[in-house]
């Protein structure tokens, strides 16, 4: 990008605006991040490993794992779906589903998770008796933990999607359609390839999301160590029991996963041209 | 055979885009939908793509009944105004998706491509991205992708709006000898009256939804139907309570013509060969008459702001009498 000549602001302007912008993200995130890995690493990389060996460590880095994995690919289903339906149908009540799409990211997890113990749980809920007696058990096992971790991290994919379809227009899509294409086609062809960029991040903003949520899942599960624990939890317990080095260890290796996502997503992607 | 349309109607809510249209387009004729923007042509254009549905009416395509049938199926070549180009793919890709789609051969679709990037000179450019060409390349590769499928039917949404003048120019030259060449049945929608005089063979002129008249350029030109076909397929300006052309009329720097009348000239703005005048004239409540005369006559007779001339609509010029509001 040229820098401009026609006005720039003084740089007394510039440099403190550099200099806000720099001190915020140090101090709200970069530092202590650092800090994070300073101590994981504290005793040594091999300690920070051992202390993944446990047996109640390695289920919950497992668990994790697992439900990320499940509400990842949820989301990317549903969120591709309901962002086409959204932005190239029209159908009643369209306006208020985009805004109820946007709850999750307003209310607290925590909310969220007791939601769903008041509608699936076994004894009283809604739903819970009938599905436990089908023999799916919701709350307090993993089945509600992917539900939790989906419902809260769903907006994300959308709120990529939406903005790039809505840019992309439907010029290339009724091009396809008048040169023979239906609507699967259309869709593998034209569309998907089209916003695939947005999908990536939607997956990876999502993968991030998954992997730090706490409060949805932390009620629905019942934080049962060994059993129901998921790895955000288990740096709750670590850290609470005084074993704040496999706390550390844990945290380190959520903030890395995370990082190296957007990191490699980075570097994959291709310069945008305007 | 061609396309037929019947008792057409189109509403987007109070909104009337088409009212009661109906038409019939000759095969293997270049016609045109001319009139001015919301007047309803590109919907039309899209009714019969498919790509809008219409409230009511008939459509049939070389003698099948197309209103239903979604636009996969009405094998119609659509070209767009900004391209639509595939932007994903390369100029080659574009070309050959319609063929990709009905599951040619790989060798009978390079083969085509290969033509077809030939016809449209883009040969040299078959592995660039759409985002690598310029506007008039772009909408070339556009025009080679609709014709790969062998339509029957070639669509154009004001295919040259988006492009600089010159290039405007060369496509629609272009265009036209594309057409004496391979002879498909061609709709296209401007507002440009030049290019639809130009290029077409026969003119549709819609306004407000409905057809003010159809014919031949030169049928429209000199036979206008109504007050709004002749200003809009030209320049006029009103001489007597007619509606006349500016180059038809006579401009003398003395009293020759009984008919004549006196005026001034008020303004007078050369633009390329063309010498624009505004004439008051002395007659009261007189509008003031605008003439078009050559930079040679403006040379000869010396003509300039403040001159006192006498104007006269020149002998063997057609002013425009309402014959009928749509023929047929």
Same mark, same amino acid.
């Given at each position: ?274 | ?101 009905? @599951? ?6 390079? @083969? ?125 300006? @009103? ?21 004549? @009348? ?67």
């Amino acid at each position: 990008m040229a820098t401009s000549t026609y006005t720039r602001d003084p740089a007394p302007v510039r440099w403190g605006l550099r200099f806000v912008t720099i001190s915020y993200v140090v101090l709200l995130v970069a530092w202590p991040t650092a800090l994070v890995f300073k101590n994981a690493l504290a005793d040594g990389v091999g300690a920070m490993f051992d202390s993944f060996k446990d047996p109640e460590i390695s289920h919950a880095l497992f668990l994790t794992g697992y439900i990320t994995f499940f509400a990842v690919l949820i989301n990317l289903v549903f969120g591709l779906t309901i962002s086409i339906l959204l932005v190239r149908y029209d159908f009643p009540g369209k306006r208020l589903l985009s805004a109820l799409l946007d709850v999750p990211l307003s209310v607290s997890p925590v909310v969220v998770g007791l939601a769903l113990v008041l509608v699936y749980n076994g004894r009283d809920g809604w739903f819970g008796p009938r599905l436990e007696s089908a023999g799916m058990q919701i709350i307090f096992s993993t089945p509600g933990m992917i539900m939790a971790t989906v419902f809260v991290a769903l907006p994300l994919m959308i709120r990529e999607v939406v903005p790039v379809l809505e840019e992309l227009g439907d010029d290339q899509e009724q091009a396809a359609r008048s040169l023979g294409a239906n609507g699967v086609q259309t869709l593998r062809r034209i569309t998907l390839p089209a916003i695939k960029w947005a999908i990536v991040y939607g997956v990876v903003l999502s993968l991030a999301r998954s992997l730090g949520e706490f409060g949805a899942v932390k009620i629905v599960s019942g934080n049962i160590a060994g059993q129901s624990q998921t790895a955000t939890l288990s740096v709750e317990e670590t850290y609470q029991n005084f074993e704040q080095g496999t706390s550390y260890a844990l945290a380190a290796l959520l903030a890395f996963i995370a990082m190296a996502c957007l990191v490699i997503v980075a570097i994959l992607r291709p310069k945008e041209e305007s | 055979m061609s396309i037929n349309i019947t008792g057409v109607n189109k509403k987007f809510g109070d909104f009337v885009a088409l009212d009661n249209i109906s038409v019939d387009l000759p095969t293997g004729q270049l016609t045109a939908l001319l009139g001015p923007s919301g007047g309803g042509k590109s919907t039309l254009l899209r009714i019969i793509a498919g790509l809008e549905d219409a409230d009511s009416g008939t459509l049939t395509i070389e003698g099948n009944e197309a209103a239903h049938l979604p636009p996969q199926k009405r094998n119609v070549g659509f070209v767009f105004q900004h391209y639509a180009a595939f932007k994903h793919m390369t100029v080659a890709k574009n070309v050959a998706f319609g063929l990709e789609i009905r @599951k040619r051969s790989k060798a009978e679709t390079e @083969k085509r491509v290969a033509e077809l990037l030939e016809l449209v000179h883009l040969s040299q450019f078959s592995h660039r991205l759409p985002a690598q060409l310029s506007g008039g390349q772009r909408q070339r590769m556009a025009l080679a992708r609709a014709l790969a499928v062998e339509p029957t039917v070639l669509l154009l949404d004001e295919p040259f709006g988006a492009l600089d003048a010159k290039v405007r120019k060369e496509l629609r030259e272009w265009l036209r000898r594309l057409h004496d060449e391979v002879h498909v049945t061609t709709v296209f929608v401007t507002h440009d009256q030049e290019e639809a005089l130009e290029v077409a063979d026969e003119i549709v002129v819609i306004n407000e939804g409905r057809i003010e008249q159809i014919g031949t350029p030169d049928q429209l030109y000199d036979e206008p139907a109504s007050e709004f076909v002749m200003s809009f397929l030209g320049p006029v300006t @009103k001489l007597s309570g007619r509606l006349v052309r500016p180059h038809d009329i006579d401009v003398h720097t003395t009293p020759e013509d009984a008919q004549g @009348k006196h005026g001034k000239i008020v303004r007078l703005l050369r633009v390329g060969f063309e010498v624009r005048l505004t004439v008051e004239l002395q007659e009261a409540d007189h509008p003031d008459v605008e003439v078009t005369v050559t930079r040679a006559t403006q040379r000869h007779l010396n003509l300039e702001e403040g001159l006192r001339v006498w104007i006269a609509h020149t002998n063997g010029a057609r002013p425009v009498v309402p014959i009928r509001i749509v023929s047929g």
